[in-house]
């Protein structure tokens, strides 16, 4: 017998079962307008209130509503965007949002009525502390009507403290760093009588001598108050009762 034939069998594979196409999935609701739940939640989103604005009041600052009606979680919020400690009267707040121009060598222009009744700083304070980079001293604000510091008065007594002659002893005390101040002050104390039309008055300027406000030079015009939070410059007072003097 000859060898065997040897026959090789090929295994029919099995059909391979393929899902019909998915033609019939609904898009989700935000691709479809007219789906039932976009339309609910359409709905409720016109319906929803909005915040009321917060505004300038003198007596009370209103705060921000606690939720916003949005869809979209808030991100966390950031050291720049807490809120500030302390407020200041938007007539007072640098940069100043009103056209009012007073030059501080001059009595304060007339100003509504309602400042003298209004918070120059919310938490109202009893006196207010006031420093510049241009004077070596810390000028002092007290109310005068209210038991409280008003915006009026914040004007007031920073033309009050600015007319303070400076007495001899006080430039001999100054530090070495801002001994170069005073012949640019002296500069402009003479530049500030002469300019006084009146003869009784330039006398009577020319005999009172320098004052602190001529140690803001040329750049004697009000720009406004910045709250101060360093502790260096606190020195142990809270937050709110000192600020910055800019001036232009």
Not at 166 to 176: C, F, G, T
């Amino acid at each position: 017998m000859g060898p065997r034939e040897k026959r090789v069998r090929f295994v029919t594979p099995a059909p391979i079962h393929v899902p019909p196409a998915m033609t019939s999935q609904a898009p989700p609701p935000w691709q479809n307008s007219r789906s039932p739940q976009y339309a609910q939640s359409f709905a409720q989103a016109q319906l929803s209130p909005l915040p009321s604005p917060v505004y300038w009041q003198p007596y009370v600052l209103v705060p921000p509503p606690a939720s916003m009606h949005m869809s979209v979680p808030s991100a966390p919020p950031t050291p720049s965007a807490r809120p500030a400690p302390a407020w200041v009267h938007p007539a007072l707040h640098a940069p100043l949002q009103h056209n009012l121009v007073w030059d501080m060598r001059l009595s304060p222009p007339p100003t509504a009525p309602a400042l003298r009744g209004e918070h120059a700083t919310h938490p109202v304070r009893a006196q207010l502390l006031v420093t510049c980079a241009l004077l070596p001293w810390t000028l002092p604000l007290a109310p005068s009507t209210h038991l409280f510091v008003s915006a009026q008065d914040v004007f007031d007594a920073l033309y009050t403290a600015l007319r303070t002659p400076v007495r001899p002893e006080e430039i001999d005390a100054l530090p070495h760093s801002q001994r170069s101040r005073v012949g640019a002050a002296g500069e402009a104390y003479k530049a500030r009588y002469r300019a006084c039309i009146d003869p009784a008055r330039r006398a009577r300027e020319k005999a009172a001598g320098m004052r602190r406000v001529d140690f803001l030079g040329v750049t004697c015009r009000f720009a406004g108050l910045v709250l101060v939070e360093d502790v260096g410059v606190l020195r142990g007072r809270s937050v709110g009762e000192v600020w910055t003097l800019q001036v232009m």
